[in-house]
């Protein structure tokens, strides 16, 4: 059997770059979630700044994958490969923006009593964290097993999703002065649910990548 | 040939063998060639070939894909019975064209060839004229229509008209390598072949001259199946519907080329075609 060796350099290089990637999405999203539950404006603004690298890192994916395409000619697996890592770094980018959007609701609940929505934001924050690191770890490890089983975890931040929209209208009813604030906790719930989303559109991409079929996780 | 044969070989073009369509009507058999069980074997007991069956897809481009020593050039010229012209060669299984078998006894093989065109790796025109090149075989086959029109069409097909239609007289040894090997084409098909066998057709040229033949593959289709074997992978996949995959003697895959070089299903085309064999 022989080897490609520029090829194989290309892939622990992607390796490499991936499982960084998706390393600083999941700080950003955890970092995101403890200055909200401690409403720390000061580490909701490091997570703004992390953005810029995660958003560095995609292009360098990009530019590592179109490169290995273009001159490597990969067909089959490897072809596949490449292909999975240009959409599941820009899966990770995108949950790295969502990471974002979680921060920036600290300021809106800055000084508020304990909600129990926020409590919801919290455990979907931390349950997209770890979806994020099990599908890091599925395509580094070309596992098609631990990309369904990342893609699992979806269903609880959509359980949460859907309970904090029916708590949340409730309190819209009872207490229309804090529609504002009611807003803005849908609008996060709705970002950390399309994290969600785009995790399990990852772990797609990965099945695909190690098995030749398309799938639909979570349908 | 026996009469009774003669009148069974499918001559005309215009009335192949037709098969009953589900509904009742007519239509044409979805297979230009119908292999079977073909196993092909050298004077020196060496199996080139061995137990190959496949249906060769009408009016598309199936490229053989292997590498060297597989059989893909050895199954390419059973289907035209070429390899009776290696001394000790022996054949076995059936080749089936409009359903008759083409190692019949009694079917003849200049008119197996005839239908069943082939092109050689290596350009090979004769010592003619650009014109003669085309018109000679046409009138030995027995051509009696307008032969400046055939000379014109076939060139047209190939592709090579624009660039040869003011000097039909001269030498076709002053063409280049690329033009040189679209006159073989031009060459086969004025003998109105239903299939074009091409045996790797463009290792011989430049990038460019590839680039022309492989354009004008996917405009022949309409009219012709074509069987392509080739060293290229990249080229079988630009150009091809279908693809055959050999390793040594045998059929490992055969499936649409899309389906074989994004998800193939045997390993050991996998390891092929991602260049990791050997």
Known sequence: MTERTRLS?????????????????????LKAQHALATQDAGLAKEVKRADAEIDALQLEIEDLAAVAIATQQ?????????VAAFKVAADFERAADHAVHLAKATATFAGQPRMRSLDRLSAMAETGAKMIRGTAEAFTRRSAELARQAAAMDDFIDGEHKALT???????????EEAEKAAKLLRTSGYLERLGDHMTNACEDIVFMVEGVHVELNA | MSKDSAAAWPHDRNRPTFTPAPGGGLELAPSALDVRNLTIAYADGHVGVRDLSLELRRNSVTAIIGPSGCGKSTALRAFNRMNELIPGTTTSGKVLFHGIDIYDPAVDAVQVRKRIGMVFQKPNPFPKSIYENIAWGARLNGWTGDMDELVESSLKQAA???????KLKRSAYALSGGQQQRLCIARALALTPEILLMDEPTSALDPLSTAKIEALLDGLKAKYTIIIVTHNMQQAGRVSDMTAFLLTGDLVEYAPTRQLFVTPRDERTERYISGRFG
């Open chain 2, 160 to 166: 090579l008209w624009d660039e040869v239609k003011d």
């Open chain 1, 166 to 176: 029916a708590e949340v209208l409730a309190m819209m009813r009872e207490r229309p």
């Open chain 1, 74 to 82: 990969p067909v089959a697996r490897d072809l596949r490969m490449l």
């Open chain 1, 9 to 29: 350099e290309a892939f622990a290089d992607l390796d490499g770059k991936l499982a960084l990637m998706a390393a600083k999405a999941e700080e950003s999203l």
